[in-house]
């Protein structure tokens, strides 16, 4: 039998691991509440709220993916983990190296 707790890190798992890094938004209603707080600068709440987020996060950072390295339940409504995120740098240079309008030469 699995326990709340139990329940809570699988739930937080599946947060990270299929909603996340598989981007699969039909998982959002299921894994999170209407009563969910975004600590941000705004304190937004709501489902709503939190697929914002993450499809601003996904826009920004398309390749962006997260390793959970600890879950832990200590109630059946409280979680705590600690994660890695992975997010590939693309940088392009705006000007060839060298050229006259890069090296301040005329």
Do not use: K
């Not at 947060?15 to 209407?34: D, T």
């Not at 996060?57 to 997260?66: K, S």
């Not at 959970?68 to 190296?97: E, K």
């Amino acid at each position: 039998m699995i326990t709340a707790e139990q329940a809570h890190v699988e739930t937080v798992r599946r947060l990270y691991e299929e909603y996340l890094n598989q981007n699969r938004p039909e998982l959002l209603a299921s894994l999170v509440g209407e009563d969910v707080v975004l600590h941000t600068a705004t304190e937004e709440r709501g489902i709503a709220a939190y697929a914002a987020l993450t499809d601003r996060l996904r826009v920004a950072f398309p390749d962006m993916q997260f390793t959970l390295q600890d879950l832990i339940a200590m109630t059946a409504w409280w979680c705590g983990g600690r994660w890695t995120r992975r997010i590939p740098v693309r940088w392009r240079a705006s000007r060839r190296r060298g050229s006259a309008s890069s090296s301040g030469r005329t």
